[in-house]
């Protein structure tokens, strides 16, 4: 039970920012108090969906308004002022993925909150996705047996290098409910037919016009290997599929008596099958897919949960779902595809030591 109604200012109100106000819109909780940004055609668009203050600066927002939740819905690069400006005020933050441009500065959020006691979770909603919820369980169980490997899914219709950030990080967040922390990884990473080289990093708008700005990327096609605590071992691949397949979206978790697979933009009724089995066989096989079913709990938005997640966080004085910490991590297993490739694919031990964005490192060193 909610012990309070939540007051929200939103710093960022392009497309993201809009879905924010959408999702809260008939939620009683929480009302949307303030609106944030640089760009006076997004604050009068988001100001038509939502009766709120405006802001040009978020620290002033914060001095005025007194939120008690800041939502950052920049793109990466603006993730780190408007998050720093409400943590080191006392004020909880649900930020957008990725966490950071680098994790120099996630460093920064995370210290920020530890400091202050306010409450940093990043916006990786799959944390909270009802099937990843009922397979977690089930592992717990024992449903599957031990588990053996965690396989990320991902949309493609990027290539690798911009899907690294924009939706690597959530699969990668939803691998680490499963796996546990990472101990290691490593990675490949290939452009045009051949091992990408530090001649072919660019910035993310170079790479895909269209898309969010992420900061550096390289390559069309990418794999990665983890190695998680407990000998669970894990794998990712960016392909680099022009087409833009949804319903490839999410993680596979193989264990010893049989297998969990959740397809995360599928949260609605159902997104989970179970295979009571340990390897597939052949396609014939496949109907040996069991749907498992989520009742009312597949109906809950995950975007919805992760604000109650955060609001109970801050009132049980604990870390929510899809923490700062966990955000990090997650984008740090991303950076460590890069940071392992420029090394020759070699295992890279986690976290990283070296804190610089892997790209800018090795782009300074031509």
């Not at 939706?167 to 290939?190: A, I, K, N, R």
């Not at 709990?297 to 966990?326: F, K, N, Q, V």
Request: glycine share 12%; net charge negative.
């Amino acid at each position: 039970m909610m012990s309070r109604h939540y007051r929200v200012a939103l710093v960022g109100c392009g497309g993201m920012g809009r879905q924010h106000i959408q999702a809260l819109h008939d939620v009683p909780d929480f009302s949307v108090v303030a609106l944030c940004d640089v760009s006076e055609k997004s604050l009068a668009l988001a100001g038509e969906m939502v009766e709120a203050a405006s802001y040009g600066d978020c620290a002033t927002m914060c001095d005025e308004i007194e939120p008690d939740i800041v939502v950052v819905a920049t793109q990466t690069r603006g993730h780190l002022g408007p998050s720093l400006a409400a943590l080191e005020r006392g004020i909880s933050v649900l930020c957008e993925k990725p966490i950071a441009i680098d994790l120099e500065e996630a460093d920064q959020m995370v210290a920020a909150a530890q400091r202050s006691g306010a409450r940093l979770a990043i916006n990786q909603q799959n944390h909270v996705n009802p099937g990843i919820g009922k397979a977690q369980e089930m592992v717990a169980a024992g449903t599957i047996g031990e588990v053996v490997l965690v396989r990320g899914r991902n949309k493609s219709g990027r290539k690798s290098g911009n899907e690294f950030t924009e939706m690597g990080t959530h699969v990668t967040d939803m691998m680490l409910c499963f796996g546990g922390q990472p101990e290691w990884c490593s990675g490949t990473v290939y452009w045009r037919g051949a091992l990408a080289g530090s001649d072919d990093i660019m910035d993310s708008k170079e790479m895909a016009p269209k898309d969010r700005d992420s900061g550096p990327v390289l390559g069309e096609r990418a794999i990665g290997h983890y190695g998680f605590a407990g000998g669970i071992l894990g794998e990712i691949h960016f392909l680099g599929y022009e087409t833009l397949m949804s319903d490839n979206y999410g993680v596979d978790i193989l264990g010893t008596n049989g297998q969990l697979t959740v397809r995360a933009s599928r949260w609605r009724d159902t997104c989970l099958w179970h295979l009571p089995r340990p390897m597939e066989g052949t396609p014939s096989d496949l109907d040996a897919w069991q749907e498992v079913p989520l009742g009312d709990r597949g109906r809950e938005d995950p975007i919805i949960r992760m604000y109650y997640e955060l609001a109970r966080a801050i009132e049980e004085e604990c870390e929510p779902p899809s923490s700062g910490l966990e955000g990090r991590t997650a984008f740090e297993m991303i950076l460590g595809l890069y940071q392992s490739h420029r090394q020759g694919g070699t295992r890279v031990e986690l976290p990283l030591v070296d804190r610089r964005h892997p790209l800018v490192a090795w782009r300074d060193e031509r």
